[in-house]
């Protein structure tokens, strides 16, 4: 039986139109012109036999049948896009698909990769960015974190062992700060959508934590931001402020304690078993470890 599909290029300009909210942005995009665009969702309405917009001023507003149709082709284009960038990323060679936060990305692995290059010279790493306030993994092998509450319990059973994480209260030198225990400081820096992280400090560290008011924000690199601003004290991962603490531009007066479940890769596809996979989570336990060693003899 062939398949009964609306035209393809037709719901190309649809979920564009629809993710931008304009037909002009959509045209853009797509490297199409507005009349283009246009007649590609008047022709998709047609074939569908219902409108699948409300005009909203200038732009336009999805209504419920557009809304369910825009999720169902919104999948369908992230399927597609992902396995035509497996397959590019095969044909290229072998690859392994990363995703991290942003700050780890920036702050350690980056600069580490010169390191796992050298060492695996034919292989590709592919980075993604995810956030704690949602799990964009774009198709990843492997997912580095640290906090894995938020992930489906399956995922959490499955998490590999990477090495330690060791979190800490880090301020300006001189900033009004007593250490106690308990921990007294004037403002508390938190990240919005790991705000339990103060928790498992207080807990790892048996040191309680007084403050007389908790200022938010959205990325790590922020809270650190803050931190060096003189707003407060924020609680970081020691790798992630090292060359801070090591220029005298910070300080950590608690010094850090180890989270009990450390650093970890979540295997997301059957790839973090390849060749490719099993030598990247070598080389960053490796690296890691003999990193946390360091620290440990200094």
């Given at each position: 039986?062939?398949?009964?599909l609306?035209p393809?290029?037709?719901?190309?300009?649809?979920e564009a139109?629809?993710r931008?909210?304009?037909v002009?942005?959509?045209?853009?995009?797509?490297?199409?012109?507005h009349?283009?665009?246009?007649?590609q969702?008047?022709?998709?309405?047609?074939?569908?036999?219902?409108?699948?917009?409300?005009?909203?001023g200038t732009?336009?507003?999805?209504?419920?049948?557009g809304?369910a149709?825009?999720?169902q082709?919104a999948a369908?284009?992230?399927?597609l896009?992902?396995?035509?960038?497996q397959?590019?990323?095969?044909?290229r060679g072998?690859?392994i698909?990363v995703?991290c936060?942003?700050?780890?990305?920036?702050r350690?692995l980056?600069?580490?990769?010169p390191?796992?290059y050298?060492?695996h010279?034919?292989?590709?790493l592919?980075?993604?960015?995810?956030?704690?306030r949602?799990?964009r993994?774009?198709?990843?092998d492997?997912?580095?974190a640290w906090?894995?509450?938020?992930?489906?319990?399956?995922d959490?059973?499955?998490?590999?062992p990477?090495?330690?994480?060791?979190?800490?209260?880090?301020?300006?030198?001189?900033?009004a700060?007593?250490?106690?225990?308990?921990?007294?400081v004037?403002?508390?820096i938190?990240?919005?959508?790991?705000?339990r992280a103060w928790d498992?400090w207080q807990e790892?560290?048996?040191?309680?934590?007084?403050?007389?008011?908790?200022?938010r924000f959205?990325h790590?690199?922020?809270c650190?931001e803050?931190?060096?601003?003189g707003?407060?004290?924020a609680l970081?991962?020691?790798?992630l402020?090292?060359?801070?603490i090591?220029?005298?531009?910070l300080?950590a007066p608690?010094?850090?304690?180890a989270?009990?479940?450390?650093l970890a890769?979540?295997?997301?596809?059957?790839?973090?078993?390849?060749?490719?996979?099993?030598?990247?989570l070598?080389?960053i336990?490796e690296e890691?470890?003999?990193?946390?060693?360091?620290?440990l003899?200094e």
């Amino acid at each position: 039986m062939p398949r009964r599909l609306p035209p393809l290029s037709a719901l190309r300009a649809f979920e564009a139109a629809a993710r931008l909210q304009s037909v002009t942005r959509a045209a853009a995009e797509l490297g199409r012109t507005h009349g283009a665009v246009s007649r590609q969702l008047r022709l998709l309405q047609e074939e569908a036999g219902v409108a699948l917009f409300d005009k909203a001023g200038t732009g336009l507003r999805l209504n419920p049948r557009g809304e369910a149709l825009r999720r169902q082709v919104a999948a369908g284009l992230d399927t597609l896009e992902q396995g035509w960038q497996q397959l590019l990323d095969e044909a290229r060679g072998p690859a392994i698909h990363v995703a991290c936060s942003a700050t780890f990305a920036m702050r350690w692995l980056v600069p580490h990769l010169p390191g796992f290059y050298r060492a695996h010279p034919g292989l590709r790493l592919r980075l993604s960015m995810t956030s704690a306030r949602e799990l964009r993994h774009e198709g990843a092998d492997l997912v580095i974190a640290w906090d894995r509450s938020s992930y489906p319990p399956a995922d959490q059973a499955r998490a590999i062992p990477l090495g330690p994480a060791a979190f800490g209260p880090v301020c300006l030198p001189g900033h009004a700060v007593d250490p106690g225990p308990p921990l007294r400081v004037a403002t508390r820096i938190a990240h919005e959508f790991t705000s339990r992280a103060w928790d498992a400090w207080q807990e790892a560290s048996g040191i309680a934590v007084e403050a007389g008011q908790e200022l938010r924000f959205p990325h790590s690199h922020l809270c650190l931001e803050a931190a060096l601003a003189g707003l407060g004290v924020a609680l970081m991962e020691q790798r992630l402020v090292s060359e801070e603490i090591a220029q005298g531009r910070l300080i950590a007066p608690c010094g850090f304690a180890a989270f009990p479940d450390g650093l970890a890769a979540v295997p997301l596809s059957d790839r973090a078993e390849s060749a490719a996979g099993l030598a990247f989570l070598a080389w960053i336990t490796e690296e890691l470890g003999r990193k946390a060693s360091r620290r440990l003899g200094e």
